[in-house]
């Protein structure tokens, strides 16, 4: 089956553009809701620390471990057989978490809930690009997309806040179901299934190799304040993590059809976008746990006043993604990135070195300078992923992006929680708050400051040749590829 019709209306493609938005509308608000409502969960369920990061990385920990393989498995079976089944396995989830009865089946439900989301993004991502293939329309329809984020980042605080301090945190799952419905209707009707010329085969060795990865790093990360950095259990995690990793760069490179295929990294310009969403999405991640533990444990705010002060934040993300998807397509990826690393890094050093959350106009700067940032940011990540890429090979590449952004995430919560959790032990929480923080702001800082670097590095002519050659690498035929090799040793 072909990609995607070429018969397909302008009007068509924008409702179909508008469709696979409307599933990361739900993924992304659920997300922002969630942060709002931490201190509210943490009351009723007694949580600690560490039980709120559960409550953020156990989903994240998940969708990042499942996502090639939804991306693969969509180009094989079909990509909205696949978003579909997404979309009713994230809305069912929701509706378990809001009854959950304690944290660890909140936390339960919530990985369930990633099993969905992992359907959701990655193979959206991949229906826009068969979609739209003229590259410009790609990088506005990419544009949009990244928009969709900063109306979830605006709407989010607002409605979560809303939601909880009037119904109550359970309530925040309930705006799923309506959303996640007419996802799915619509979904059935309009949008057209599309497959990969040729089926890739599953990699169940690879998928565990990945899991025991990241859930080993993550373990031992979130854990090691209580447990202790050099207790027996991280130190087996540890060891673990880099058995696996190990395996995945010894094992991979083996099979004729990995499930992460290392030679994707051969290129600068995917491997910078890459490692680019790592940074920008751990540093998104590592602020907001920050802004909400600060906003409403410091400084004693609700929900709603907390969710109003992270507006300004969120509103720049809805003004800059549009133009820096638009800035993507008439000029390429380097100005975007340049203006996200500047930005991102500015916010963090006004934290870092000048305490900015003491003041009110300097925490509002803060947080307007870090919207605008990662409103930049997103576009380039997602064009420069997929766009040197075969387009059978779409879901995949779509899918190490995806991936890329929510293991960062992962990490910006785990490590800003572990360093916040020994920097206020033994200490009255309020007032210690301010001073343990500031390791973490130069955390952030030194992402900021990765996307800055790797995206000056990654978007000139020479990366842009890597891509080039590795484009032609993917698409030869394997028998050319196996003489090609052969002929190399």
Known sequence: MPDAPPTLTHQRRMLVLAICCMSLLIVSLDNTVLNVALPSMAKDFDATLSGMQWTIDAYTLVLAALLMLAGSTADRIGRR????????????????????????????????QAVGGSMLNPVAMSIITNTFTDPRERARAIGVWGGVVGISMAAGPLVGGVLVDSVGWRSIFWINLPVGLAALLLTLRYVPESRAPKARR?????????????????????????????????????????????????????????????????????????????????????????STLYLQNVRGLDALHAGLWMLPMAAMTLVCAPLSGRLVGNRGPRLPLLVAGVMMTASGVLFAAFDAETSNV??????????????????????????????????????????????????????????LASGVAGSSYAQAFVGASRGCWWIITGCGLAVLVLGALTSGHWARETARRTAERLEEPEDAAAARAAAGS
């Open 362 to 419: 300097t925490l509002f700067v803060g947080y307007v300078l870090f919207g605008i940032g990662f409103g930049f940011v997103n576009a380039p990540i997602t064009n420069t992923a997929v766009s040197g890429m075969p387009r059978a090979q779409a879901g995949v590449a779509a899918a190490v992006a995806s991936t890329s952004r929510q293991i960062g995430q992962t990490l910006g919560v785990a490590v800003i929680g572990a360093v």
């Open 81 to 112: 057989k696949v978003f579909m089944t997404g979309l009713i396995v994230f809305t069912a989830a929701s509706v378990a978490c809001s009854l959950a009865p304690n944290l660890d089946m909140l936390v339960a439900f919530r990985m369930v």
């Open 202 to 290: 599953p990699d169940p060795v690879g998928q565990l190799l990945v899991i025991a990865l990241l859930g080993s790093l993550t373990y031992a990360i979130i854990e090691a304040p209580e447990a202790g950095w050099t207790s027996a259990r991280n130190i087996a995690c540890a060891a673990v993590a880099v058995a696996s990793l190990a395996g995945i760069l010894l094992y991979e490179p083996r099979r004729p059809e990995p499930l992460i295929d290392l030679r994707f990294f051969r290129s600068a310009p995917f491997s910078g976008a890459t490692v680019i969403a790592v940074c920008g999405f751990a540093a998104l991640g590592g602020f907001l746990f920050l």
